[in-house]
T-cell receptor, first 111, second 115 residues
Framework: AQSVTQPDIHITVSEGASLELRCNYS??????LFWYVQSPGQGLQLLLK??????LVQGIKGFEAEFKRSQSSFNLRKPSVHWSDAAEYFC?????????FGAGTRLTVKP | GAVVSQHPSWVICKSGTSVKIECRSL??????MFWYRQFPKQSLMLMAT?????????EQGVEKDKFLINHASLTLSTLTVTSAHPEDSSFYIC???????????FGAGTRLSVL
């Protein structure tokens, strides 16, 4: 069965600092991987996705993620965090009609 | 990009009444739509998957008579919470997938408060 683990429930970083959000997955085949961001009281916005090919994928808002098959990971990174990046971030794995979400990581940005 | 509209964004109702939530794909045809429930500070829990013109597939533990889903067209799915009770209060989010890919596009969610 497929599953997603986001080990960090809450992360606080200073504005301008770098960010890495961890995501580990369990999947029987090559997974489709996603990162979504959710602002309070809002739906989810797709940041980036990995289907195949280059393992370093670029997304919107300056985010990137790297697929590492050997580590079953798909960590999200941003070199310099902005205050507007404060939100909940969800990693997801799956395809077609079966997508599983991690528990989410809440990002707080300090001035 | 693909846009999914969800309405209403917030609804308050009395216990025992029914509430309908609409999910529309605005610029694409959604062959499949999904309904999720999200509890405070928790992840999304898939409730059901609906395909246009057919009955929804409910996840284990989700009462299909309680949460009625209709996907009558390629751009509209509705979730009706029947005889709502306070324990049904939650944040409900829909998403839609077009026929070409594996990306789900999400609505902004509906906060349901049952008094």
């Amino acid at each position: 069965a497929q599953s997603v683990t986001q080990p960090d429930i809450h992360i606080t970083v200073s504005e301008g600092a770098s960010l890495e959000l961890r995501c580990n997955y369990s999947y029987g085949a090559t997974p489709y991987l996603f990162w979504y961001v959710q602002s309070p009281g809002q739906g989810l916005q797709l940041l980036l996705k990995y289907f195949s090919g280059d393992t370093l994928v670029q997304g919107i808002k300056g985010f990137e993620a790297e697929f590492k098959r050997s580590q079953s990971s798909f960590n999200l990174r941003k070199p310099s965090v902005h205050w507007s990046d404060a939100a909940e971030y969800f990693c997801a794995v799956g395809a077609h009609n079966d997508m599983r979400f991690g528990a989410g990581t809440r990002l707080t940005v300090k001035p | 990009g693909a846009v999914v509209s969800q309405h209403p964004s917030w609804v308050i109702c009395k216990s025992g009444t029914s509430v309908k939530i609409e999910c529309r794909s605005l610029d694409f045809q959604a062959t499949t739509m999904f309904w999720y429930r999200q509890f405070p500070k928790q992840s999304l829990m898939l409730m059901a998957t609906s395909n246009e013109g057919s009955k929804a597939t409910y996840e284990q533990g989700v009462e299909k008579d309680k949460f009625l889903i209709n996907h009558a067209s390629l751009t509209l799915s509705t979730l009706t919470v029947t005889s709502a009770h306070p324990e049904d209060s939650s944040f409900y989010i829909c998403s839609a997938r077009d026929g070409r890919g594996d990306i789900q596009y999400f609505g902004a969610g509906t906060r349901l408060s049952v008094l």
